[in-house]
């Protein structure tokens, strides 16, 4: 609901403060008076383009300001946090400012904010329930997007026959075929890439897995290389050593027994002597074991060269595929590992694919099911629907006309259906039905809107409705038909209509005057709220023009009697019924 308006330097505003209430707020004053300027601040509020010709003369910057109760609109709070908007206080308030240098601002609850934002908080495309509902809905001759949207005519197509719920249902499983028949798409359109993937990916697979390698092999083939072409060398080796050691008539060991047998000759001079003697003799075995141990050592190596031949083969498909999947064998084999990772993965697409098929077709009855159930429940509401409307269109002034609502089977399923509605309108007998979007005038709309609303019935979610010539081509027990329906709707939610007619004014919650004022420089607007006599003497204006009479005060008096009783009769007529039940 819209609280407060705030508007300052606005083409021939100068400054004002409205203070908007639940229920009916009517808007009167003068032709000329300033009503359409008004509605433009408010048409701000909404995300219109801003322009710099709106600037008062002499102003530097425009400020258009209002602030919204969002007690009732958990929708709207819930938005605003996703945005990351302040929501503490449940209010919003928009600002926007108009400057002169074209850099124009807005502000949501002084979170400097974009125009897109804006429209999405207080104005998005209007859905009779569901968290699109706008805050404000306007209509009036230059601003009828929302009652023009077929979106909206199914909205309430789908409300008044109790269909929203399967609606909402059909929504959540179109989403889910949807999603699944683009998972398919992508997949067979993927399909060749996949397939040549995966035999690119077995292929690999098949490379790794023919060599049966084992973690460390490569150092295993290295070092036996290294061993069995050094065999020539390690035999020369043993040959020197036993030369040295053993054979050769100066070797280590003869000369060592030598020693020891010259030594025994002193050791019998000498028998304390033996003892080192002795070490001698250990010295001597201790070079025959390390003879024997060096021939054992090396006795197992022979240069074969078929073996050697079979070795640096393997140690070449290593190397080979080393260059392709890792710089050593646990790297191979751990992309072996990644490898049939990827395999399954793509196995299983093409298990899943048929899967799909299946899901598909389960999916697509099922759709198909509910498409045909809300078509014949949109073609049943709508006749009722269009009968109801006409019959209050009647009742508004409207003869002759004739409303109707138009559902056809679209040929795909959408999102909402497979079935799409259009408002039309026949203008006489004679008339061929013709979309509302394209034929009707402001003041139709704002008719045909207001009898949708009291045959519909209220919002789920409350909002500001902003009715601008809803009485045109109105007058007498129309206009006051009209202001009743105008009281009905603001009932739980909030109605600002601008009207010309006293029948109308008279049903009013609250009422501000319009009008013009000169001062030594510039002509400027100012609103004021009216009470008691001063809202008599305007009914009276609006009733007999600029000469206030008598008579017409008398009758102003009246209409707002009526309207009181009319309120009161309703009241007591509503307690009776609940006191029945």
């Not at 049966?212 to 290389?225: A, R, T």
């Not at 061993?227 to 050769?248: C, G, P, R, V």
């Not at 099911?369 to 073609?379: G, P, Q, Y």
Request: charged share 30%.
């Amino acid at each position: 609901m819209l609280m407060e308006l705030k508007v300052s330097q606005f083409a021939i505003i100068d400054n004002i403060h409205l203070q908007f209430r639940n229920g009916l707020n009517i808007l009167s004053g003068e032709t000329g008076a300033g009503k359409s300027v008004l509605l433009k601040s408010l048409a701000l509020l909404m995300g219109a383009k801003a322009s710099t010709d709106t600037i008062r003369s002499g102003a530097t910057q425009a400020v258009v300001e209002g602030l919204f109760d969002l007690k009732d609109r958990p929708d709207v709070l819930a938005k605003m946090a996703e945005l990351g908007i302040e929501t503490d206080a449940q209010q919003l308030l928009v600002r926007r400012i108009v400057s002169s240098d074209d850099r124009s601002r807005i502000y949501l609850n002084s979170s400097l904010s974009q125009l897109s934002q804006l429209k999405e908080l207080v104005a998005p495309l209007v859905e009779v329930t569901g968290a699109a509902a706008p805050l404000i809905e306007m209509t009036g001759q230059h601003d009828n997007r929302n009652l023009l949207s077929k979106n909206y005519h199914l909205d309430v197509v789908d409300v008044f026959s109790d269909s929203w719920d399967l609606r909402k249902e059909f929504e959540a499983v179109w989403k889910t075929h949807r999603e699944l028949k683009n998972k398919m798409a992508e997949y067979d359109l993927e399909k060749m890439k996949h397939e040549q993937r995966l035999d690119y990916l077995k292929f690999q697979r098949a490379e790794i897995e023919k060599l049966d390698l084992k973690p460390g092999e490569e150092f295993e083939i290295e070092n036996q290389l290294k061993l069995m072409k050094s065999t020539a060398k390690l035999a020369q080796y043993i040959e020197s050593i036993e030369s040295i050691l053993e054979n050769d008539e100066g070797s280590a060991i003869s000369r060592i027994q030598a020693v020891i047998k010259k030594s025994q000759d002193i050791v019998q001079i000498r028998p304390e002597y033996a003892k080192t003697v002795e070490n001698l003799t250990q010295a001597e075995s201790q070079i025959a074991d390390f003879i024997y141990a060096t021939r054992k050592s090396f006795s197992t190596i022979e240069l074969d060269p078929d073996e050697v031949q079979t070795l640096e083969e393997r140690l070449s498909q290593i190397r080979k595929i080393q260059k392709k999947f890792g710089s050593d064998i646990n790297a191979i084999l751990s992309s072996l590992v990644d490898i049939e990772t990827e395999i399954a993965a793509l196995e299983k697409l093409e298990s899943d694919r048929s899967k799909w098929d299946s899901e598909l077709k389960t999916l697509e009855n099922k759709l198909n099911i509910w498409a045909k159930d809300l078509l014949t429940a949109r073609k049943a509401g709508a006749l009722k629907l269009a009968a109801r409307i006409s019959a209050e269109l009647l009742d508004l002034n409207m003869k002759g006309v004739q409303f109707a609502v138009k559902v056809e089977k679209t040929a795909e399923l959408t999102l909402s259906g497979g079935s799409e509605v259009e408002f039309q309108i026949q203008n006489g007998p004679n008339d061929t039905l013709r979309p509302l979007s394209k034929f009707a005038s402001g003041g139709e709309l704002s008719r045909i809107l207001l009898s949708l609303k009291k045959v519909v019935g209220k919002s789920t979610q409350p909002r500001t409705f902003l009715f601008d010539e809803v009485d045109t081509g109105v007058s007498g027990m129309t206009a006051e038909k009209v202001g009743k329906k105008l009281r009905s709707i603001a009932k739980g939610q909030q109605v600002i209509c601008v009207t010309h007619l006293p029948q109308v004014a008279a049903y009013g919650n609250f009422h501000f005057l319009i009008h013009k004022a000169q001062s030594k420089k510039q002509i400027h607007m100012d609103v004021n709220e009216l009470n008691g006599e001063q809202r008599i003497k305007e009914i009276a204006r609006l009733i007999s023009g600029e000469v206030i009479s008598k008579t017409s005060l008398a009758h102003a008096k009246e209409l707002l009697d009526q309207a009181e009783q009319s309120k009161i009769t309703k009241t007591t007529k509503k307690r009776t019924v609940e006191m029945n039940a």
